[in-house]
């Protein structure tokens, strides 16, 4: 069996295909970096409109890719939320279009789902039960994945997602939209304990986060050095930023897999692109004997390939969308079964 698969849930367009025996097929994908970095951050009708402008042209590019024609397709998976209603609502129409036209399923996906299971487009798939820790622009959780579709949140953020928190401390440090990768990058130069952030909650007995007092951390020490604000300062900061984050979601991390005795972890979600969040759960595995899996750097971020994956596996499940466009802006992971 073969599945489209539609992503549009935020500022990416994302469309791949994916079989059941052959594996991920196609994949394209299309950022609009560019046509919000002169804002800031996302504006939603622009996400939208160039989400319209690229899909069609994503889709047949990716049947192309993957040698494919209508005829081959058993389904059209789409993103149905959580994320921006707008464009949701672009990859909606579509693939519920296509769906109807080539007398086919259309299968609506959970995104969060699509970024859980990201990692079972690699080579080395992690093996159930696992713990997750998803961690994107606008999540941060600790989930409890006790078999495929089975997933209780057992920690959240109780206010900036972890992406969310770079995003706006690289803003704070003079950095352009999307911030987090370029703080990561600048972190590297910066000097290792220069600048001592707080573990916000560390010490708290559940699995929860707080990001939002490292960003005001991070403005108030920006304000000390503001007439000497260099680019080692910058790089000082950043390191010291990132470091806290890390460390905050590995104190986390931890505890939930002592409590549940998992020894594999799944880091998914475009933070996961970190590299000092890798090499940082990669010591904690080792060190209990146990092993970490994420998606390559690419899948981290939103994408097609994810939403094809997820939908096939949804697909299967039998799950259809009826005959009506509809989205769900706010889709909680943890009311799917
Ligand atoms: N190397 C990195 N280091 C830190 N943060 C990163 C890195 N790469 C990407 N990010 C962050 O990941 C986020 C984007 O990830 P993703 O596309 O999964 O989020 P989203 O789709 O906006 O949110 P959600 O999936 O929760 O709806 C941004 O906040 C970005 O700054
Ligand atoms: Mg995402």
Redesign the pocket.
Known sequence: MRVLGIES????TGVAVYDDELGLMSHELFTQIKVHAEYGG?VPELASRDHIRMCLELIEKALKSASSTKDDIDAVCYTAG??LVGALMVGATVARSLAYAWNVPAVPVN??EG?LLAPMLEEEKPEFPYLAL??????TMIIDVAAPGSYKIIGQSVDD????A??KT?KLLGIAY????L???IAQQGEKDKYKFPRPMSDSPNYDFSFSGLKTFASNTIAEHKNELDEQTKADIARAF?EA?VDTLKIKVKKALKKLKYKNLVI??????????RKNMQELMTSIGGKVFYPR?SF???NGAMIAYAGMFRFKRGERADLGVDVLPRWPLDTLN
Request: aromatic share 2%.
């Open positions: 849930s935020c500022d990416e996302v959580p994320g995104h969060m970024h998803l961690v994107s622009g606008g999540h997602a972890a992406g969310e770079f995003d690289a999307p911030g987090g990768p703080l990561s990058k990132e984050v998914a979600g475009g933070v996961s692109a970190n590299l000092t969040l750097i981290c971020t939103d």
